[in-house]
């Protein structure tokens, strides 16, 4: 790891290209786009296919409804996550293991709509 607010291995992604293997992994960051699909795209799919690449914590930053989902304890086999969170954005939490770290919504205030 390095850089401020790193949480992986820069390596595992610098000079992939579009794709990266997830193997290394520990979170995937997510903001909801204006696109008329984002409901299917943003808020299922995305998060059905991190879980199934095994990716421990999916965040999704909901512009939407201003908030963040913490998505934790992939099910592989079946395509989801175990627990989902939604913390509104003002709120702090400690994301779940192997992340660990703490993380201050109250910037992400201005993404709502």
């Not at 193997?23 to 786009?33: C, F, K, N, P, Q």
């Not at 989902?69 to 779940?96: A, F, I, M, W």
């Amino acid at each position: 790891m390095s850089g401020p607010g790193c949480v992986g291995d820069l390596d595992a992604v610098v000079g992939q290209g579009e794709w990266a293997s997830a193997d290394e992994g520990l979170t995937a960051v997510e903001v909801t786009s204006n696109d008329s699909d984002t409901e299917r795209r943003d808020r299922l799919d995305k998060p059905r296919a991190h879980a199934e690449a095994g990716i421990p914590v999916h965040l999704l930053i909901d512009r939407d409804s201003c908030e963040v989902r913490v998505h934790s304890r992939p099910q592989r086999d079946r395509g989801k996550y175990e627990r989902v969170e939604n913390v509104p954005c003002g709120e702090s939490r400690t994301l779940p293991d192997p992340v660990g770290i703490d993380i201050d919504t109250v910037p992400l205030k201005v993404w709502g709509r």
